[in-house]
C-alpha cells in the first residue's frame, strides 16, 4: 500500500514536471520553434460591424395588408360552410391589385388556416374570411391616417407619431363621408384631370348614397382645382385636399394604410 | 436522413414543383422571358454590383449575401408577426430574427447606396405552421451556411472575409439550433460543401418564395365619387 502511494506520488510529480515544462516551452523565448509554429498575426478588423441584435420594437403600429391571389369568396366565419359576405376579384376597377387589410388568423379543425380582413364592399366596415393560399404575401406598414370630420382636418401617424396634419374638404350633408374604419386600397396619378388634382388615393369606404357611381361610389382621397373651398364640406363623399398637401400626403403614406374616419 | 433541401418542402405544392419546365419552358427560360417578376432581383443584384468594378467583386458578394439576410430576416420577422409559432420555437423564431435582421443593418450600412433593395416575399403559409416553418427554417440556415462558405474564399478583402466568416459561424449555429429543435442532427457531416450563387439561387427562385411587388399604383384617371 505504501509501496503504490509512493509511485502515485512519483507519478504526480513526474505529470506536473511535464506540464510545466510545456508551459515553459510554450510560453518562453523559444516558442516560435515548438510544434504549434511562429506566432501568427492578429486577426484582421472587420468590415462590418454587426450591431447587437434588436427585438422587434413599434409592433402595436404595424399593419398587414395583402392581395387578392385568386378570385376568392369572403365569407363570415373560417369555415367553408360559413355564409358568403362578397366575392372577391384579383384587381380593382381601377386595375390595380385588390388589396385587403388583415385583421387575423386562424386555423380551421382540419388545420387549414384562414384570414380575417377588411372588405371594400358595402355596408362599409365589412369583414370576412378568407383561405390562406387565396391571398398573397404580408406587407406591412406602420403608418394610419386618421380623418376627422368634425374639425375637417386628416392627420398621419407613422410610429405613432404624427408626421402630418392638413385642412380637408369632405362630403355635403345629402353625400355624407362614411365614418368607421377602412384601409388604402391604392393609388393614381400621372393622369390628367384637374378637379382630382395631382393624385387620387382610393379607400376602402364606399358611398352608401351615390351606388350608382361609375366604378362603385368609392371615396377617395385625393386633390382639387377648388382650393378655396378647404375646409368645408363641399364634396360627393371624397376627402379633398389642397394640391401641395396631398403631394406630401403622396410622399407619406404606403397603400394598406388604415384609415379612421370619425 | 432528413432531407432539408428547400425543392423537397412541400408548400402547396409550389416548392414541389420542379424547377424544369413551367408551362413548357425551362425555369431559366422563364426567367428570361422576364415572367419571373422580381425574382430576378436576385440575380440583378450582382449585375449592379459588377458596374461597380471589373469581376465579381466583394461588392457583389456582399450583395448577394443581403439578399440571403432579407430572406431569412423576413421570415423570422413574419413569424413572430403572425403569432403562430408557440414555445421553444417562438423563442427561436424571435432570438434567430433579430440576429438576422442585425445582418441586414449591418450590411445595408456598409453597402450604403450600392445596397440592394428588399425584394417582396410571400413565404404562402409555412410562416404559420409550426412544422413547415421548422423545416423551411433548416432549409434556410443550411443554405445560408453552404452560400458563405462559397463564396468567402472569393472575397478579396480580408476585412471583408473576417466579417462574413463571423457571420457564417453564426449562422451554422441556427441551423444546429433548428436541426435540434426539428428533431434531426444539428452536426451530421465531418465536412459542410460549399453552394455556388447559381445553385443557391437557382434553389431560392424554386420555392416561390420572392415574388414581384403587387400593383397597386396606376398611371390612371380616378373615379372616385369626387
Known sequence: MVVAQRRLVVLSLGGGAAVLALLAVLVGPGSEQTSFGRDLPAPPDQALDVGRPKPLSGEAHVSLWTTVRRPVTARSAPTRAASAVANLDRSTPEGTANTLLVLGRREDAGGDVWVRVRLAVLPNGSTGWVPRDAVAGYRSVRTRLVVDLGRLDVTLFRNGRRVLQARIGVGLPQWPTPRGRFYVRNKLERYRSDFYGPLAFGTSARSAVLTDWPDGGFVGIHGTNRPELIPGRVSHGCIRMRNPDIVRLGRLMPVGTPITIS | ?226
Open chain 2, 1 to 226: 436522413m432528413a432531407d432539408f433541401s428547400l425543392e423537397r418542402l412541400d408548400v402547396d405544392g409550389a416548392l414541389a414543383e420542379a424547377v424544369d419546365g413551367v408551362g413548357g419552358l425551362s425555369r431559366a427560360g422563364f426567367m428570361a422571358a422576364g415572367l419571373g417578376g422580381s425574382l430576378a432581383l436576385l440575380g440583378v443584384a450582382a449585375g449592379e454590383a459588377r458596374a461597380q468594378g471589373p469581376g465579381p467583386g466583394d461588392l457583389a458578394i456582399l450583395n448577394y449575401a443581403l439578399t440571403l439576410e432579407y430572406l431569412q430576416a423576413s421570415f423570422y420577422t413574419e413569424a413572430e408577426r403572425l403569432r403562430a409559432l408557440k414555445g421553444r420555437t417562438e423563442r427561436a423564431a424571435e432570438v434567430v430574427g433579430s440576429v438576422e435582421r442585425a445582418h441586414v443593418r449591418a450590411f445595408r450600412e456598409l453597402l450604403g447606396s450600392k445596397a440592394v433593395k428588399r425584394p417582396a416575399f410571400d413565404f404562402q403559409g409555412v410562416t404559420e405552421n409550426p412544422r413547415a416553418f421548422l423545416k423551411t427554417a433548416v432549409a434556410f440556415e443550411d443554405l445560408a451556411v453552404a452560400a458563405y462558405k462559397g463564396q468567402a474564399p472569393r472575397l478579396e478583402s480580408s476585412s471583408v472575409l473576417a466579417a462574413a466568416l463571423s457571420i457564417h459561424s453564426v449562422e451554422a449555429r441556427h441551423a444546429a439550433w433548428m436541426r435540434y429543435l426539428f428533431g434531426a442532427n444539428p452536426a451530421q457531416a465531418a465536412f459542410d460543401q460549399p453552394s455556388s450563387k447559381r445553385e443557391v439561387l437557382r434553389i431560392v427562385r424554386s420555392t416561390n418564395f420572392v415574388t414581384g411587388s403587387p400593383s397597386t399604383e396606376r398611371n390612371r384617371a380616378p373615379r372616385y365619387t369626387g
